[in-house]
């Protein structure tokens, strides 16, 4: 079946650096674009960078554009989020998304 499995979410304070990883498995990964979204406190869901699947056209919300680079390793199923320079804003928690499939997501928190 289908598995999303995200990392490397934690505490930063703010101006700081995190990078997520998702590690994906039952499908064929390369030939899919894959995306990651966030879900604030008291907020929705939203997309926040989407990579295609080629690795050379890519998607960012308008928040974290300059700051966030989303980035994928095909041959390791893997997709990146390296976020800079952290806001207390982008407090959420991070999911990596394939069409309808959800991983469990990862806390990230732009905080002192």
């Known amino acids: 079946q289908v598995r999303l499995v995200e990392s490397g979410g934690g505490l930063v304070q703010p101006g700081g650096s995190l990078r997520l990883s998702c590690v994906a498995s039952?499908?064929?990964?390369?030939?899919?674009?894959m995306s990651w979204y966030r879900q604030a406190p008291g907020k929705e869901r939203e997309l926040v960078a989407r990579?295609?699947?080629?690795?050379?056209?890519?998607n960012y919300a308008d928040s974290v554009k300059g700051r966030f680079i989303i980035s994928r390793d095909n041959a390791r199923n893997t997709v990146s989020l390296q976020m800079n320079s952290l806001k207390p804003e982008d407090t959420a928690v991070y999911y990596c998304?394939?069409?309808?499939?959800w991983g469990q997501g990862t806390q990230v928190t732009g905080s002192s």
């Open positions: 990579i295609f699947s080629g690795g050379g056209s890519t």
């Open positions: 998304t394939f069409q309808s499939y």
């Open positions: 039952g499908f064929t990964f390369s030939v899919y674009a």
